[in-house]
């Protein structure tokens, strides 16, 4: 089990695996801590973050006592109330087993009686069982609710975000939010290039995010990791390889002009679907940045 990073610093309860996805290892522990500084990271825009489950590859590890250990690190004098991401790591906070262990009320709760901001980021239609609690709790804190939608191709969303709900339940759980007075962002993510990013894909995407009730919409491009990608791709789709390749060279980001044009195309769109309303002095439409190679290419993220 040393290849799951921080089991060794968290007390194993047991480990099992859950017939409804067998494919999976669960890792049910007690964890030390919960919020996480990242601040040293440039590509969040959140001081801290929680996750009260992390996925890293088939293993999943379950933090049983979440809300017990982020009540007492909230309640400490030196908390200052920072907004908390929670999903924003990319291991679903509302993914295959909350179900089951129901960890994020707590989470919710603990942060909404701290007086903590948060905001939540899923690509699960899950996050609808929370409603309640999350019209609640808006009333007392500052609330984000964040909704990954990658695309409207069932099958290519299935690619791009295995861990979440089919298009059509994302856009539903866009409506739900926007209808219980939550004003949900959208995140374009992630955006497959050469795959979902055609003019008329986006512009379908966001008629049907607008008419959902979407209130912001922001978008991040693939990062290019070792989960078998680019082979899919050489399987599936062969005549994209060479400019995937030529794409992304040697790196795992697209180069900054991409960034760029992909900008420069959404927002007409954008304008056009009535997505136009911004935050501060951030744009409606937000296209996340490569970190790579320097800060110069930098656009603004959401």
Known sequence: MSGLPGLVADDLVRTLRIPEVPRLTVHEVLAPTMLRSVTGDRRHTYEYAVDPMVRDGDDVRVMLNAAAVLRREVRRRSWHRSTVAIGASGSDPYGSFEDRYRLMPGVISTLAESQTPFALHTGSDLVVRDLSLLRVVRHAVPVTVVVAVPCLDVDLCRRADPQGSSPTARIETVRRLAEAGLAP???????????????????????????????????????????????????????L?????SLYGRGSFVPADYAVRLRERMGPLVQAHGLTRQVDDRPAVAVAPPPEPSDDAALTLF
């Open 241 to 245: 390889l060479r400019r995937y390749r």
């Open 185 to 239: 962002h959208v995140q374009i993510a992630p955006l497959l290039p050469l795959l979902t990013d055609s003019t008329s894909q986006l512009d379908e995407l966001l008629g049907r995010l607008a008419d959902a009730g979407a209130d912001r919409v922001s978008v991040s491009v693939l990062q290019l990791s070792d989960d078998g990608y680019l082979e899919w791709i050489a399987d599936e789709h062969p005549a």
